[in-house]
Every structure is written in structure tokens, then in C-alpha cells.
């Protein structure tokens, strides 16, 4: 589906810019709406503030300029997925899957279901019961990706949350993720650096240039029906990759 | 190098130990050594059992400090952490003076608690709190600083409270650096409280190992200075041992130092 037919945005920045101390500009004048249940992928060169800018949005960290609305209302549930599993080694993949839950204090026999459910959803079933420390590195991912819509959140947002897997486990993890986004439509906000899976999963890839950060190109990643196995190896999807290459190549040049 | 095995870990010790209480025994007798110059260890063990009454109640005098001193220092020492934890300003005003009360030999201070305290137990537990709490204090406060600061955000964007952060978080995070430093600070607790008891001195009743050591000193009763001193390295084991159970129970399941990863 493609992401402008899509009513209203959800999150728009204006003008957002971080500076820390008195250092040079992190992020500078960024402009951005993304619509609500669109698939955004930021994607740039280490360094130019992509993690800042998602850090932002989740208000983990005050803009030093501009601001971060949200449209809709009040600021939705956002879940956020790091760049590893980030799970507390002394809690089952259940107990894990479950804090957001337990902080928000749902009763017990309820946080359970939903936990479990959300395991299913990733596949993980079997492994409620296991420890991290037991648990290989994509199903580490793959718990903390439960953790992130065990509250069922308007907003996703992901730091380059696949960097660290290898090929194999990345693609079906990004296959996951693209399933999990159609069946339930929330609003992702993707941190990449890379152009395939920016390509692959997004409606929208928003390329940064670096120091400061800012916006050098914002791309519409065109392509109707499913994003599948066909998909990553037509000619199209190729062609679109090299789009997005040569916008990624402006911006280190810019 | 190949790591030796849960036996050889233990008999190996005991070889050891065996063969030198044996050169012992051999050298007091080959050269005809008085018991007050050095008793041997069969000797030494008859006294521990013959005067077992006196000694057994010097030893639970000891141990009852110990035991009590730990329990001050984990208390005092972990509700200090946490309020270092929440406010680096709290931090940076007490810490120095939990240093100052670590890098004072407890010996030079011992004699002033006696005078201060109208109690002498309570001047022995205070000395053997002293040494004991640092450890503690430092290693959790470690701990409780040293936590996942992805974690920390996580929370953050949860809206956890404070309170929350620190039980289901922090506390946690921290229990690996606790118990090391509860390691640690049951050792010390009894040095404090045997040293302790030397610079006081009681008398009587209240009496602990440390006086048993020295009433059997001026009577020239060395064999029973040397069961006393069995007594205190017996206690330091297994104050050690269970320390270290206690560290392994709890963190057994998911804590590198104690977990034993599938091969």
C-alpha cells in the first residue's frame, strides 16, 4: 500500500535541532510529517544523528530547537526497539517481554496473556520460559521486538535494531517486522544504514546528510503489493535501491 | 590448562594441609619442643576439645558480633548506595567521609569507641561495622550506577517512577556487585571483630575469642592460643563458604560469574 494515501500525520517535526554544550549542531532544521500507520525509514552514514533524532521523538532526549508534535492529540504509546536486545539478563523472555506492562501496573494474570500473546506473535512461544543468556542472538531480537508492541503502540520506533544479526536472521526478522506492521498498522520510524532494507520495509526513506544532521532527501519507495521474496528480486526493487544509493551518495557528498 | 575437577579442588587442599599439619607434628617431636614454645596439632586439638565449654562460648561471643556487624554493614551499607544512586549531590557530599571512616585503622580508632560507647559490645560492633560497611557501600553503589543506561531509557519512556526504577532495575543490576562486595565484607567483619576486641578488652562472661587469645597468652597456655586461633580461621571459612552460597544461589541462574554456560 502505498504511504500518501494514508489521512493525517501523526508525528510532524518542525524545525528540530540538538546541540550538546556548546559543540557543534548534532541535528539541524529538521522538517518531517509522517503519516499515521507509515512505514519511515531514516537513513544515513553513522554520525549524522539518526539515533539522536529518534531519541528525540521518543522524548528521551529534549530538542535544543524546534519541536515534536503530535498531531492526533496527546503523545500516543511509543514502543522502541534498540540497537541490541537490551534485555535484563535476571527475567525470562516472558518476565522481559512483560515490564512495559508490569510499569504500567496490569495486573498479573492480564500481563501474562498479553506477554505470552506478544511472544507468540514473534514466534517465541516455546521460549517463554528461558533466560536470555539461553535464547540465540535473533531470538534475543525477536523478544525485544515483543517488548516493544507488548502495549500495542501507535508508534514504533526502531535504532537500527537488525545491525547486529547476521544475513539470514536479518532477513526473516525484517520479513516479521513487515508482517507484525501490516497486521496491526502502527506508525514505524526506522533507523538504518542500510539502503536494501531501508528499500525493503519502508514507504518512505528520508536520507540524512551528517554534520550537522538534516534532511538531504526524502523518497517514496513506490511499489504496491507485498513486500516479498518476489519483490526483493525484481527489477523494480533494484532499481529503487539505486534511487535511493545515489541519494544516500548526494548526502556524504553534501 | 585444563581446570581441575569439583574433587580435585577439594582433596587437593586437603593433601596440602594434611602433609603440613603432618611436618607439624614431626618437627615438635623430632625436636623435642615444649608446648609452651609450639605445641603440636595433636596437641592443639586435644585442647580445643577439652576445653571445649569455655572456648565454644568465646567463639559464639565472636561470632555473635560478627554476625551482627555484617547485618549492620549490609543495611547501613546498601541504604547508603541507594541514596547515593538518587542524587549524585548526596554522592559527592558523604562519600568522602565514608572513605575517611574506610582508610582509618580501625585499631587507632577502637580505643576512642570504647570510651565513647557506655556498652562494650556495642563498642565491638561499632568497630567491626566500621570495617565491614565499605565494601558494601561501594560496590553497590557501583552496581547501582553501572546499570544499562538503554534499560534506564526504557523505563523512562514507561513512565516508571522512581521507585520502580530502583526495585525492578537498579536493585537488580546491582546484586552481582552486592554480594561481591558481601563477600568480602563478612571477612572483615570478623577481623573487626576480633581486633576489636584486643584493643578493648572484656572480661568475663562477654568475653570473645580475641580475649581468650590473650588470657591464655599471660597464662602461658599456648596450645589454647592455638586452638582459639583454629577457631577464628575455622569461623573466617566458613563465613566465606556461605557468603559464597549465598552469592551462587542467587545469581546462579543468570550471572556470568555463576552460571555455567551450555557448551
Redesign the interface.
Known amino acids: 500500500m502505498a504511504v500518501g494515501t494514508m489521512t493525517g500525520a501523526a508525528l510532524a517535526l518542525r524545525g528540530v535541532g540538538k546541540r550538546y554544550r556548546a559543540g557543534p549542531p548534532v541535528l539541524a532544521g529538521i522538517d518531517l510529517d509522517v503519516p499515521a500507520g507509515a512505514f519511515v525509514s531514516l537513513l544515513g552514514a553513522s554520525g549524522c544523528g539518526k539515533s539522536t533524532l529518534l531519541r528525540i521523538v521518543a522524548g528521551l532526549s529534549p530538542p535544543t530547537e524546534g519541536r515534536v508534535a503530535w498531531p492526533a492529540g496527546a503523545p500516543p504509546r511509543i514502543g522502541f526497539v534498540f540497537q541490541d536486545p537490551v534485555l535484563m539478563p535476571w527475567r525470562t523472555a516472558l518476565g522481559n517481554v512483560a515490564v512495559p506492562l508490569r510499569l504500567a501496573r496490569v495486573p498479573r494474570a492480564e500481563r501474562r496473556a498479553r506477554a505470552a500473546a506478544a511472544l507468540e506473535r514473534v514466534g517465541l512461544a516455546d521460549a517463554a520460559a528461558r533466560l536470555p543468556r539461553e535464547l540465540s542472538g535473533g531470538m534475543r531480537m525477536r523478544v525485544s521486538l515483543a517488548r516493544a508492541l507488548v502495549t500495542e503502540p501507535e508508534v514504533l520506533l526502531l535504532d537500527e535494531p537488525f545491525a547486529a544479526l547476521d544475513e539470514i536472521t536479518r532477513h526473516r526478522l525484517n520479513d516479521d517486522l513487515l508482517r507484525l506492521w501490516s497486521a496491526r498498522r502502527f506508525t514505524a520510524l526506522f533507523v538504518t544504514h542500510s539502503v536494501l532494507e531501508s528499500v525493503l520495509l519502508s514507504g518512505r526513506v528520508v536520507v540524512l546528510a551528517a554534520r550537522p544532521g538534516r534532511i538531504h532527501a526524502s523518497l517514496p519507495v513506490d511499489a504496491p503489493g507485498a513486500r516479498d521474496e518476489a519483490f526483493r528480486t525484481s527489477p523494480s526493487y533494484a532499481a529503487l535501491c539505486r534511487t535511493v544509493s545515489g541519494a544516500l551518495a548526494g548526502a556524504m557528498a553534501a | 590448562m585444563t581446570r581441575p575437577g569439583a574433587a580435585a579442588r577439594l582433596l587437593a587442599p586437603l593433601l596440602v594441609g594434611t602433609l603440613l599439619l603432618g611436618a607439624w607434628e614431626g618437627a615438635v617431636r623430632w625436636f623435642a619442643l615444649p608446648p609452651y614454645v609450639l605445641p603440636g596439632p595433636l596437641l592443639v586439638a586435644r585442647t580445643l576439645v577439652e576445653d571445649w565449654p569455655s572456648l565454644s562460648a568465646a567463639l559464639l561471643v565472636t561470632l555473635r558480633v560478627t554476625a551482627l556487624a555484617l547485618l549492620a554493614a549490609v543495611v547501613s551499607g546498601v541504604g547508603l548506595a541507594v541514596l547515593f544512586s538518587q542524587s549524585r549531590w548526596i554522592e559527592t557530599a558523604l562519600l568522602p567521609y565514608a572513605v575517611i571512616l574506610q582508610v582509618t585503622p580501625v585499631v587507632a580508632v577502637a580505643p576512642l569507641i570504647v570510651i565513647l560507647a557506655d556498652d562494650v559490645r556495642v563498642a565491638l560492633l561499632v568497630c567491626a561495622w566500621i570495617v565491614a560497611f565499605f565494601p558494601i557501600v561501594s560496590n553497590t553503589t557501583a552496581g547501582l550506577n553501572g546499570t ?1 543506561r ?2 534506564l ?8 517512577t522512581r521507585w ?1 526504577t530502583l526495585t ?2 537498579r536493585l ?2 546491582a ?1 552481582p556487585f552486592f554480594l561481591a562486595g558481601l563477600r568480602i565484607s563478612g571477612g572483615l567483619a570478623l577481623i573487626g571483630a576480633i581486633v576489636a576486641e584486643f584493643v578493648a578488652g572484656t572480661g568475663g562472661a562477654a568475653s570473645g575469642l580475641a580475649g581468650s587469645i590473650l588470657e591464655a597468652g599471660y597464662q602461658l597456655r599456648i596450645p589454647r592460643m592455638f586452638a582459639a586461633l583454629a577457631l577464628i580461621s575455622a569461623s573466617g571459612v566458613a563465613i566465606h563458604l556461605a557468603t559464597s552460597l549465598v552469592s551462587h544461589l542467587a545469581l546462579r ?4 560469574s555463576a ?1 555455567r ?2 557448551e
Not at chain 2, 253 to 256: A, F, L, Q, S, V
Request: aromatic content about 12%; glycine content about 4%; overall charge negative.
Open positions: 544499562d538503554r534499560l531509557d526504557l523505563f523512562r519512556l514507561h513512565g516508571a520502580q525492578q532495575l537488580p543490576a546484586m541462574r543468570w550471572h556470568e552460571a554456560w551450555e
